[in-house]
């Protein structure tokens, strides 16, 4: 079955108000006004499951700073014992959501502004504020891709017209993969993603832990799977991991979001119910 033969999927038609979104519901938590009455009440759900995700959010817009700068600042030493390459000028953001923090662009052509970035999402809203709020510095490049990771294969095809994926890529997949169920095999999808990137690309992932907080996690699913148009798959450290197969994870592997390199004692102990993990291609 080809892409224009599949049936349609939350976010690739018009502009859709009368359910919640997931990109959304996360504009929200992160109070943001790129939001619906649908989406609002889909949110307080969630925040009646777990009080404190705003602070959780956050704590993700930290991850995503640090993950990019050591990605274009390179990690000395080098993690993996390989010699230190010089820091990624490219960067594949599969599932964007709207504006939260700085955009990946936007922090590393502060520090490299010959950096290269691709925005994707199936949610046309995305896209258009992802045109509308995240130009290119003049000696870098974005572009902007309105379509579905399930179909893969023709997201990096487009992706191709800005990235050159001969040279290292960083492929973000933050707060995406949760919503893929297993029956859409996420594994292959990231299999096929980091396939299509040259030795010494990246994996960045974000995803909603099942085993941090089980029974907030349990029951912030459950409510938001009624009233969100993208249903939740939370998964376990182990599942979360199984997405790094035969990568090399970058120190300290696996972790809650707050513990990844924190800036502090205090960052470390932040609340959160997602896993993060950085992994370099050999």
Known sequence: MSANDQEPRPGNGDLDTKMAYSARVNNYWHGGKDNFAKDREAAEQALEAFPELPVAVRAGVRFRTAAVTMLVQGDDPPSDGMVQEAGLRQFLDLGTGLPAGDPIHRIAQALAPDSRVVYVDNDPMVISHARALFPSGPEGACGYVHGDVRDIDAVLAAAGQT??????????????????????????????????????????????????????????????????????????QGEVTAFFDGLRLVPPGVVPVPQWRPDSDMAAQAPTMAWCAVARKP
Do not use: C, W
Not at 166 to 174: E, H
Not at 205 to 216: C, F, G, K, L, N
Not at 220 to 227: E, S, V
């Open 163 to 236: 990235l050159d994926f001969t040279r290292p890529v960083a492929v973000f997949l933050s707060s995406l993969l949760h919503l893929i169920p297993d029956s859409d095999d996420p594994y292959g999808i990231v299999r096929r993603a980091m396939a299509a990137v040259a030795s010494g690309s990246h994996l960045v992932i974000v995803h909603p832990a099942s085993d941090i907080r089980p029974e907030a996690s349990t029951d912030m699913a459950a409510r938001l799977n009624q009233l969100v148009a993208q249903k939740r798959t939370y998964r376990s």
